[in-house]
């Protein structure tokens, strides 16, 4: 499984970005985060159809995950973006068809993008 995540950048605080994570083939995916000094954090989930969706309760109504299944891409569009959103992002890939936030039910992980968000 190879995964490639873009779309990180530097944003004021209360703005939009958009992550794409492409995918080799298509899987469940998640989406993660670390910020420095603490440990990775569950953010978002989408299972392999699209069909269901998981969010950590900080991002709830901010950020929205989806899928293209014809180009094997999920995205994470981050909306009301805070300071504390600030960290390196991963995208990652799970044969699992039930919804997880653990990162050990993931088995491949792209190489991570980092989101600087400035108040």
């Known amino acids: 499984v190879q995964l490639q995540a873009s779309g990180g950048g530097m944003v004021q605080a209360g703005g939009s970005l958009r992550l794409s994570c492409a995918a080799s083939?298509?899987?469940?995916m998640g989406w993660f985060r670390q910020a420095p000094g603490k440990e990775r954090e569950f953010v978002a989930f989408?299972?392999?159809?699209?069909?269901?969706?998981s969010y950590a309760e900080s991002v709830k109504g901010r950020f929205t995950i989806s899928r293209d299944n014809a180009k094997n891409t999920v995205y994470l569009q981050m909306n009301s973006l805070k300071p504390e959103d600030m960290a390196v992002y991963y995208c990652?890939?799970?044969?699992?068809?039930?919804?997880?936030?653990?990162?050990?039910?993931?088995?491949?992980w792209g190489q991570g993008t980092q989101l600087t968000v400035s108040s």
């Open positions: 990652a890939a799970s044969n699992l068809v039930v919804v997880s936030s653990r990162s050990t039910d993931f088995g491949s």
């Open positions: 083939g298509r899987y469940a």
């Open positions: 989408i299972s392999r159809s699209g069909g269901i969706t």
